[in-house]
């Protein structure tokens, strides 16, 4: 029997590595090792047992201590004494409506061994590439209806063709791992539990375009990522399928890692290469486009991370399969980083066509603490939310495009009836307006006075004309701003109006934030007939805005109360009243 | 090279093929505004002003850097174009730190760039300053003398010490060009063939002619006075205004072009149609000339006269009839002209009575002053209750007691009689200085407002009947300073010149960037006391009518205009930002917010670079990169906080500069400023 810990950032971050340490320590003799993520977040750390090749069982929550039980179980080959840790059936679910392209091999291999990579099929698209010419292989992925994963899902054959096509030597393939939007970690789980999945789709990438050099500009925010990644590199030059004269064909082609300094806009694909160059991260004008004029003034081809883990599966399966898969406009699968208020949160990857209500209900287990659900935020600060009655809206570019959400590089926050809307847009606008490059009038300026406007509003300041005003600047900032940071930047302004206009007008018109999330907004108070005059909250209240005799009831000056809620948690007679 | 064709507002062009949409709309004079492009630097694209429509296409595209296509058909004004923009230019002011203007000139209402001719007499230029002054002020001499000065009213250096004496400046300058042989005197650059007739030979209405001759009309002034220069010669008195000074620039106005008739009153001489008939235009500038009455008992006793009618006998030498002993009631300009020219004349016994005390006179505080040292006693807190005869003739005034009570709308205190308790006056007349009327005799046939006085619109001047237009104390709000009816004369010149081009121009307030006053630290300039005009001895002058001041001598003008602190862009003529402000009609306020960092780099040396006026064009960056191939500028901090600095904040980056002013000569805004050469 075998055991393999889940460390990815995730689980390592949850305790995994220290539950590495400890059955490292009590079971000499057992064979351990690590493989990458699961995407089950909500139940790290997690310890699969192998027997031979089949996972016999999977441990989730493991803690330190556990690992006592687990050595003896292994060692004495009674799993059953491990029932109190496995998994239960209703989370296993989590993985049954998924289909797994991108993430096929993220937590089942080890991620530092090329080997595993190779014994689950790896870089056998790439021999079968390096046969095929330049031309086919784009062909194929033509076939396929691979698009962008990183947001705008453009056909991702036809920037290949263009940077194929265009004229100038060196060409350059780039692999956008940036990934910034809050809440989103696609990509830093392929990176850390699949790299030489990146490896081979991106060479596949640039054996089609014709470039000799490859780099992945990934954020120094993910240190993990970049440590396997080099390790893969290092890998998969020793085996020979990067470097020069790859397996014999006479094809060059290496590869290296640039740390990007952890600004948002460098995702945007200009941004990016002035970033590569060594300059301010700032949007370049396009026209010319990075398939004509890109990096060095180079010929280039920039795809996202998730797109070239799909490229050696295409090759390797044939694109018509791929195609099979999904809806009329929109092929494949699709991964999604599940958070928010969700029972079961993590990395996801859903065929394209599966309904929001199923990703959130079947595969996420529903809102956590059974509350109403309201609304699932897509793509991030670039994308919009989903209101909960168009969850039957299904996972598709146009589709979630007309309800005013975008596909976006696979953020999915769920917000329950807790969430207050335009704190939400708020909170996106803020960031959004911070990680401006500061190059163009429409975002430095305008998302700043749409943040000072939301502000306000949440403030109980709001103005009679102000969600005009909103929409006025939004459409502004949407046509006036150079990238697409800025273009979409509005976004989660326009969507929360569009379907929750309600609660803007409750903040303006009534100064009340109709789910009490908005703490300028609220007043507490203390209910005379509820309140015993304990002094408790007197005492304790931090601001000093309660008073009152003993045995009487208390008072709040509503001038000095500062809302922090702490009377609230210690009445032991539900008298403070918050509204 | 390649010819293509595009349609650009609905017109062919034709370009070479690889050339921008903002080249080939240039070239056939089709312009499209920018900020952040040069011809000389790589497009960049930050500014979003270039952006124009293309057809069949869902996304603005930026002229700057978009390679026009063949066949396509664009447009650079459509109203998606133009609401791009505008926010664009609103968010760009909303987060603007700078004064196009001083507050000088934006409190003058003619307009007149006091900053600019200020400067030319510190630097010693004072001919150049009086074609500053004119291009506002066909009278500098006379006004610098008589303006109650709006402009040092709302000038900054008050929060320093004292404002500067802008007025005396402008006195000064003029003079000094009224005395050399080298005058300026504009001339008309064209002829239009129209003729104009303005009526009324006072400030309005000789800016008016001035104005409209020198834009090419033939314009005839008619007055009914015996000479031009309306109350600026029979309101003012000699001792503030010499009559030989006035008349030295009405000659310069005859100079310009402008043709002259006295004696004309309209409804006798001629009537108004007559004179509408005569001329393609009729500007009325009529003035206030009725004194309002004092409504109490006796006011109809000999002896009792109006304040302007007063000073209007004396400046035609006339008897005045006073005796020796005057009363002179009310507390403004009007009545200190009459109690000053009470003494001149020969009263023994000048009194002023006012129902206020002497902190809500409205008269200016130096004409107080000089009252007081030249014996005029002040009655405060006293009000007429009824003018005393013997004989129909004026012997005494009964005074009703009054005390201040709670203030008014205007926010002084209003005077309440004491009751039961008065005073009696020995007098021998009473002089009524409250207040003028409008006299609108001759002129029946132009619609009135409530108040009797004629009706003009605002923007166009125009009144109730076609082609006349009217301005000044004949007008809307009434009686007022002289730089008001200039400002209106100076303004319904330029509209009248368009109306008689067939164009309807209304005149529009322009928008200008202000600070906020409150924001200055004033505490960094080193105090520098208002010079004095000097003036002659009250014994002295109190017997004759010779001018009161004496004049600043050079060193004095030149030093009092150093203590100028140049609140106004150097820019403002040249800024493409305010342009564009004013081309787009601009709400700038919507999107008032916090704006960023706004400090003023000297570490420069020759450039003085004020983030507050800088819009991030980056065109500096980029000048001194790519056409100074230096690199000393840079961006710096990221999002709203993004500022230019030193590159990579390095100070030693900066001795590199070679002073080219590339960077100067590309910044589209006054944010850089050459200030000198390297010692």
Redesign the interface.
Known sequence: MRIVVGEGSCGIAAGAHKVYEAIEKLGSGIELGITGCIGMCFLEPIVDIYDKDLLACRLVRVKESDAQTIVQAVKSGDLTQLSGLAITEDDKSFLDKQTRIALRNCGIIDPTDIDQYINAGGYKALEKVLSMTPQAVIDEIKVSGLAGRGGAGFPTWFKWNAARESNGEPKYLICNADEGDPGAFMDRAVIESDPHNLIEGMLIGAYAIGAAEMVVYVRAEYPLAIVRLEKAIEQAREKGYLGKNILGTGFCCDMRIKAGAG?FVCGEETALIESLEGK?G?P??K?PFPAQCGYNDQPSNINNVETFANVAWIIQNGGEKFAAMGTKDSKGTKVFALTGKIKRGGLVEVPMGMTIRDIIYDIGGGIRGDRKCKAVQLGGPSGGCVPYDKFDTVIDYKALAATGAIMGSGGMVVMDDTTCMVGMAKFFLDFT??????????C??????LL?ILDRITKGEGKDGDIE?LE??C???K????CGLGQTAPNPVLSTIRYFRDEYEAHIKEKRCPVGECRDLLTYTIEKEKCRGCTLCAKKCPAKAISGEVKKPHEIDKEVCIKCGQCVTLCRFGAISVR | MEKITVTINGKVCSGERGDTILNIAAANGIIIPTLCHHYNVKHYGACGICVVEMENSPKLLRACSTVASDGAVYFTESQRVIKVRKIALELLMSDHEGDCRGPCSLNCPAGTDCQGYVKAIAQGDNRHAVEIIKEKIPLPASIGRVCPHPCETACRRAHVEEPISIAFLKYYAADKVLASDDPVIPKPESVSGKTVGVIGGGPGGLTAAYFLSLAGHSVTAYDAMPKMGGMLRYGIPEYRLPKSVLDKEIAEIVSAGVKMENNIKIGTDITLSQLREKHDAVVVAIGAWNNMGLRCKGEDLTGVMGGIEFLRKVALGQPSGIGKSVAIVGGGNTAMDACRTAVRAGAENVYVIYRRTRDEMPAEDIEIDEAIEEGVTFKFLTNPAEIIGENGKVSAVKLQVMELGEPDASGRRSPVPVEGKFETLQVDSVICAIGQKVNVSGFEELELNSRGIISADEHTFATSVPGVFAVGDATNRGASIAIEAIGEANKAAMVIDGYLAGMDTPYRKPYVSERNTEDIDFSRFEKCARTKMPVRPAEERKHDFKEVNLGFSEDAAIAEAKRCLECGCHDYKDCKLIKYANMYDLDADRFAGEKHSCFVEKKLEVIERNQGKCILCNLCVRECKEVAGKGILGLVDRGFKTVIRPEFRDSSVISGCADCLACVDACPTGALKFIGNKK
């Open positions: 600004a301010r700032m370049r004008l026209p307006a911070k990680e401006s490059c500061g190059k163009c009038v429409h430095r300026i305008g998302t700043k006075r000072e005003l006025e600047l459409d502004g900032v046509s006036g701003a150079l």
